[in-house]
Each structure stands twice: as structure tokens, then as C-alpha cells.
């Protein structure tokens, strides 16, 4: 990490100094708190009363979990939760072992072929789901796959963003640590499983929390795939349910804050890898 | 690399190295396939797909019947088409530079790494964690008419009564506003790693010369920092014109109202597909989307020679 000096208005003196430090701080606070002030208004206004509202002051004068209450019990939320969480976890395991596998043979295995395999899969990478929704949506019907768990997951898996980083990460990774293995004669499949995947436990864990999050945060698709409203995860539930209780945004924005807490908890918990991975990943 | 394999192989005798090498290649092809048929029938299939389709006319049964360039020619005289390229152009051309500013600025005002700024970082990139479903609602509810609290602080500054997503003339500004407050964090952290990669020595040079601030930002800063504003952005070009993120914001804050003053060519796409069932004709639009797509990246890689900024 090297920090730059560019912002450092040469100063004369020391106070001037602690002056402009101070007023650059206080900008960037500002900022700041702008950045996160929706964040706040929708927590302020999930524990609001609904008289309470469209009231200015930010915090509410009556803190109520009245709100949360209603959504977790009028409303099949816990379904929409548990769905949610069943799709991001069962694509975050599946995608994680497809794409090791992949990006170890990428990296490591020689076979005819392996660099325009690589570019084709790189490729995918500027297709955007928008683009290619409806022959998406026929393919999925057409395979039986419309209004099922099959449907929600299968095609959320398969990202040549995940096969990138890992294959870059099985390049930086030093031979020797597979060579022990290999004059042990171990097959290809002992030392992807003995020896490559425990070498990438730091990787697997931040793409981990990514996918789990791009999934749990993810609506286009399953708006798309799954009309039953048992299949409904979280995202397409609360876009319905603001349709449904148009003007009790006290209850809107309580489904948002429970939709939105687990994420920003993992946030919070995990922010220097969730950070760095994207920073790193951004495809420098 | 192929030394350290031969050489291990080499210690065989010479009827077992054959078949290694064709075991390597075996297991190679078995350990992509999940990934490379996964990619082939999800992704590859339907972009092709998508420019056969728009030949055909597909009802919501999954009949299909071939029409020729019917859906071309429908295209060519639908105003509605016209009208949301028009709006999703004007989209992309405030949104990218927005990000860009806004994305840059942020990263120079946090870049020194200190307690203060991590935490700064942090609250700027929160937003992201966040599904556009929920942001969307959250700015609905700000900008409410007469009692949302942007609304209210409109009227507070003197604009007056301004209603920010049902007046079709400030409609696509307001969704434009909220992207950008929600991805801008994103740009922060990518400029934030094109930032880091800048040798200081430079900086501490130019300083001795007696540069100021501004000159070494223009002289040093910008001109390094190409790969990374070619990267930015062709991405958030691309986001703008076909991405899901724009679609879930104005499918969430506005459905495309009030009179289609936000539907993007994505939201119009997705009304023909699912709410009248003209499959043909959308994946018509999507091909076009396509083009427009390979014209924008085209056009970067032209704008910037190749892609190539070591010559500077």
C-alpha cells in the first residue's frame, strides 16, 4: 500500500497544515454521511410507527418493533428467507467446486486446446444478463426447469468471473508444493483435492462471501424464473410487497432492513476481504 | 513449466510417459467440463439464440413461427423503440461521466491509508452490500411527493415543490442520481487500486520541482490512471446500457414511468418478453443491444489506440 502525496497542499507552516487535514476530514465525513444517510432513514423508518413516518426527525420518537413483527408473521417472509438463503448457498458451494476444478486444470494441466478454451470463457464475462434473458427464459421452460429450485439455481452458477481469479491465483501458487505429490504418484484428482483446494482456502472464502452476496442480493432472474409465490425469494417478495402495501412504507422498509441487515452484519465482519477482493479482482 | 512434468515423467520408463501426457489432457478436459458445458449452454447458447429467435415469432406456449426480418421491420417503425434507445443513450451519457467523476474524487479523497480514511472507505462502499431492490425502495420513499424528506429539503433550498419521479422531465435524472449513489463506492475502490499502482516517487519529484497540487494530478495522476478509466469506463458503459443493475433500478422505482420517461431498452425488452409475450420482437431488441454493446466497446478501444497506454 502506498499512500500518494498528491493531496498535500505544501504547507508553510504546521498549523495551516493540521487546518487543511482538518477541513479535508471533515469534507470527507460529510460525504460520508451522506453516503450512508439512506441506510439510516430506512432503519429510522422500519421502527417507526405509522403516524410517525413522514415525520422530519430521524430518530423516532416511539421506537416500535411493531413492523418487524407484521412482516415476519402476516407475510410468509421466513419463506422468502429460507428460499433465498437455500438458492445463494447451494450456488456459492456449487459454483466454488466447479470453478476450482476449472481454474486449477486452467492453470496447471496441459491439453490441446487450453488458451482459446480460456479466452472463450473470458469472453462470457461481457455478456449481461439483460442481453440474454429471453432466449435464457425459453432455454430454462424448454428444459422444464420454469417455477422450480433447478431453475432459480442451475443457471446462477455458471460466472467465468470466479474461473478468472482462481486460475490467476493457481498461477502464483509455487509448482513445488504439487511436486511431492506428483512423484508420490498421486492422480490429478488427489492433488486437486489434497493438495490444491486446502492451498486455496483465503481465495475460496472471499469469493464465497461474494457469491453468497451477488446471489442473496440478486432479482432479475429469479423475478424471472420463478412466478409461484412459494419459489419467491426475498428480493422479488419486498418489490411485490410494495406494490401490495403501496402506502405502509413502515413496512416496506422493515423487509428492507431484514433483508438488507444480514448483509451489511457480513459487511462489517468481513469488510477488509470483502474490499480487497474487489479491488484486486476489479480486472486490473 | 513443462520441464518440471517431462522431468517427472522423464524418472518413467518410456511407455508410461506416453500415456501421461494423455492423462494429463484427459483429466484437463473432465476437470473444465462442469464449468465449460455450464458457460456453453447458459451463456453461449442463448447469445446465440438470441439473434435466431428474432426471426421467429414466439408465442407465451413456445410455438414458433418463422417470420424473416418481420421483427426488424416492426422495430424500425415503433416509436416506443425509439423513444426508450433515445432515454437509455441519455441514461448511459449521465450516468458514466457522473460515475467517473464521482468515483475518482472519492478514491483522491480517501487514498491515504490511514484509520480515519478505512473507515471513510467503508461507509462509501456500504451501498454496494445492498440489493437494488431495497435501495430503489429506500429512494422512492425520499422523494416522496410533498412529504419525502428529499423532497421536503427541495422545497427547504427554495426549488419549490418538485416532484422527482412523477414529472417526466426530471424523472430519468433522479433514477440517474440514485445509480450513482449506489455504485459510486464501487468506482472508488477500482480507482482506489489504479491509485495505488503509481509509483510516489513521482510524486515526491514533481513536489522538489516545485509543482503544485494540481499540476501533478494533471501531469501525473490522470495520465497513469488510463488503464484504469478504460476499464471504468467501458464497464459502466456497458452497465448503463445492458446492465442488470439499471434494470432493477428503474423496474423497482419507476416501472419505466410516468409516460416511458425511464424505460431503457432493457425494461422495454423485458415488457415485450414477459407482459405481452412478443418473444420474437424482444430478442430482436437484445440482438440490437448486442450491437450496440460491440459499437461502445469498439469505440473505446479506438479511443484509446487499442487499448494500449504504454506508449505514453
Not at chain 1, 497542499?9 to 439512506?38: D, E, H, K, N, S
Not at chain 2, 480515519?116 to 429512494?139: C, D, E, G, H, Y
Amino acid at each position: 500500500m502506498s499512500d500518494v502525496v498528491l493531496n498535500d497542499p505544501a504547507p508553510q507552516t504546521g498549523r495551516q497544515l493540521t487546518l487543511v487535514r482538518g477541513v479535508w476530514m471533515l469534507v470527507t465525513l460529510v460525504l460520508a454521511l451522506m453516503a450512508i444517510f439512506p441506510l439510516l432513514y430506512m432503519l429510522s423508518i422500519a421502527i417507526k410507527a405509522p403516524t410517525e413516518v413522514f415525520k422530519p426527525n430521524l430518530i423516532p420518537a416511539a421506537p416500535t418493533p411493531g413492523n418487524f413483527l407484521y412482516v415476519l408473521t402476516e407475510v410468509p417472509f421466513w419463506r422468502y428467507l429460507l428460499n433465498t438463503f437455500i438458492v445463494s448457498a447451494v450456488v456459492t458451494v456449487v459454483a466454488l467446486f466447479f470453478h476450482t476444478m476449472a481454474g486449477y486444470a486452467l492453470a496447471r494441466l496441459r491439453f490441446p486446446g487450453r488458451e482459446a478454451i480460456f479466452l472463450a470463457m473470458f469472453s462470457t464475462l461481457l455478456v449481461s444478463l439483460p442481453v440474454i434473458i429471453v432466449p435464457l427464459f425459453i432455454l430454462v421452460r424448454a428444459l422444464g426447469m420454469l417455477n422450480s429450485y433447478g431453475g432459480l439455481i442451475v443457471p446462477a452458477i455458471f460466472n467465468a468471473f470466479g474461473i478468472f481469479l482462481l486460475r490467476q491465483y493457481y498461477l502464483s501458487l509455487p509448482r513445488e508444493l504439487e511436486e511431492a505429490a506428483v512423484i508420490d504418484g498421486a492422480g490429478y484428482w488427489r492433488i486437486y483435492w489434497w493438495v490444491i483446494l486446502p492451498l486455496s482456502r483465503p481465495i475460496i472464502a472471499a469469493l464465497a462471501i461474494l457469491f453468497f452476496l451477488a446471489n442473496w442480493n440478486s432479482f432479475l432472474w429469479p423475478l424471472t424464473v420463478a412466478s409461484d409465490p412459494n419459489l419467491w425469494v426475498v428480493q422479488v417478495a419486498i418489490a411485490n410487497f410494495k406494490s401490495q402495501y403501496a402506502a405502509s412504507w413502515n413496512y416496506t422498509m422493515a423487509a428492507s432492513t431484514i433483508v438488507a441487515l444480514p448483509m451489511l452484519v457480513l459487511f462489517l465482519v468481513f469488510q477488509r476481504q470483502i474490499m480487497d477482493s474487489i479491488k484486486t479482482s476489479g480486472l486490473k | 513449466m513443462t520441464e518440471i512434468l517431462t522431468s517427472v515423467a522423464g524418472e518413467k520408463p518410456a511407455a508410461v510417459r506416453l500415456t501421461t501426457r494423455r492423462r494429463e489432457a484427459i483429466a484437463g478436459y473432465l476437470f473444465i467440463l462442469p464449468d465449460a458445458l455450464g458457460l456453453l449452454v447458459f451463456i453461449g447458447l442463448p447469445m446465440v439464440l438470441a439473434f435466431g429467435i428474432s426471426f421467429f415469432e414466439v408465442d407465451g406456449f413456445g410455438s414458433f413461427k418463422f417470420v424473416g426480418v418481420a421483427n426488424y421491420v416492426r422495430m424500425w417503425g415503433d416509436p416506443l423503440f425509439w423513444t426508450t434507445l433515445k432515454t437509455t443513450l441519455v441514461f448511459a451519457v449521465m450516468l458514466v461521466p457522473l460515475l467517473y467523476v464521482t468515483g475518482l474524487g472519492l478514491a483522491l479523497l480517501v487514498q491515504r491509508t490511514n484509520r480515519f480514511n478505512t473507515v471513510m472507505r467503508a461507509m462509501f462502499f456500504a451501498p454496494q452490500m445492498v440489493s437494488l431492490v431495497v435501495i430503489s425502495l429506500v429512494w422512492q420513499l425520499m422523494v416522496v411527493d410533498k412529504l419525502g424528506v428529499l423532497t421536503r429539503l427541495a422545497a427547504a433550498v427554495g426549488l419549490g415543490s418538485i416532484s422527482f419521479l412523477g414529472n417526466p422531465n426530471i424523472a430519468l435524472f433522479t433514477v440517474t442520481i440514485a445509480g450513482v449513489w449506489f455504485l459510486m463506492g464501487y468506482y472508488m475502490l477500482i480507482f482506489l487500486g489504479g491509485l495505488q499502482d503509481i509509483p510516489k516517487e513521482y510524486y515526491e519529484a514533481a513536489k522538489i520541482d516545485g509543482a503544485s497540487p494540481i499540476a501533478s494530478f494533471w501531469y501525473i495522476t490522470l495520465p497513469l490512471l488510463r488503464p484504469t478509466s478504460f476499464f471504468v469506463l467501458l464497464i459502466s458503459s456497458v452497465a448503463a446500457i445492458a446492465g442488470a443493475q439499471a434494470f432493477d433500478l428503474v423496474y423497482v422505482m419507476t416501472r419505466g414511468g410516468p409516460a416511458n420517461s425511464t424505460t431503457l431498452l432493457v425494461t422495454y425488452i423485458y415488457a415485450q418478453a414477459f407482459q405481452y409475450s412478443a418473444f420474437g420482437y424482444a430478442a430482436a431488441m437484445a440482438a440490437l443491444l448486442v450491437v450496440l454493446m460491440m459499437v461502445t466497446t469498439v469505440f473505446f478501444f479506438l479511443a484509446t489506440r487499442g487499448g494500449r497506454f504504454d506508449n505514453e
